[in-house]
């Protein structure tokens, strides 16, 4: 029989050696390095985006109140006054190219009211307008030119000079213009012709009395 010897246990506790530790390899290194490269990749754009988010904002006059009432006042078919223009060229310059332009397409159309010669005429002329707007692709700028349209036409309706023209060719007034006692019957066509560009599509009558 064995004895034990004082101060030794009879079962020794297993101990795994610890596997040493290995060095990264350049392949595992840049893998890291790749995904913190992409981590931050993505920081930098999604800041990027935020800032590209807020100057829009800046750049549509988003953050302005006054300039969202000017814009708004457009949109509703009203004509921003100079200054009006001047603030939101300072305080919204994104639309200000879209605002010139609906303005220009107004501008053509009141030119083209003014020219009208007869009443009939000028509801032409808003006529042709409005078919021509129902044609563009954008529902919300559809809606904002046929409102500039109804204003433009409206302001006109108002001015002395669309009450002055004729309800319509029908109406108007054609006074032959008369031109008599001419001694020399050589100057007819000669008169006839400066008559006619002087009264543009009027009648003419004119009357030679020779000389006796």
């Keep these: 029989m064995s004895k034990l010897k004082i101060g030794l246990s009879p079962f020794q506790p297993i101990v795994p050696k610890q596997a040493k530790k290995e060095k990264p390899t ?97 509801q032409m002329v808003a006529f042709r307008a409005s078919k021509q707007i129902e044609k563009h692709p954008n529902p919300e700028e559809r809606e904002i030119r046929a409102k500039h349209l109804a204003d433009a036409k409206h302001e006109y309706e108002q001015t002395d000079e669309y009450k002055e023209k004729p309800n319509s060719p029908l109406d108007k007034e054609e006074k032959p213009v008369r031109i008599k006692h001419y001694k020399n019957p050589k100057q007819y066509a000669q008169i006839a012709i400066q008559a006619y560009e002087h009264t543009k599509n009027q009648k003419v009558e004119v009357t030679i009395v020779e000389d006796k």
Aim: hydrophobic share 35%.
């Design 26 to 122: 350049d392949a595992e290194v840049s893998v890291v390095q790749q995904m913190t490269d992409s981590k931050q990749a993505l920081k930098e754009m999604a800041q990027r985006q935020i800032s590209e988010i807020e100057e829009a904002r800046t750049d549509m006059g988003e953050d302005d109140p006054k300039a969202q009432r000017l814009i708004e006042k457009f949109k509703n078919g009203k004509k921003l006054t100079p200054e009006e223009m001047t603030y939101v060229r300072k305080n919204a310059p994104g639309i200000v190219d879209y605002i010139d332009r609906i303005m220009r397409e107004r501008e053509v159309i009141e030119l083209g009211m003014k020219m009208a010669p007869t009443k009939t005429d000028v």
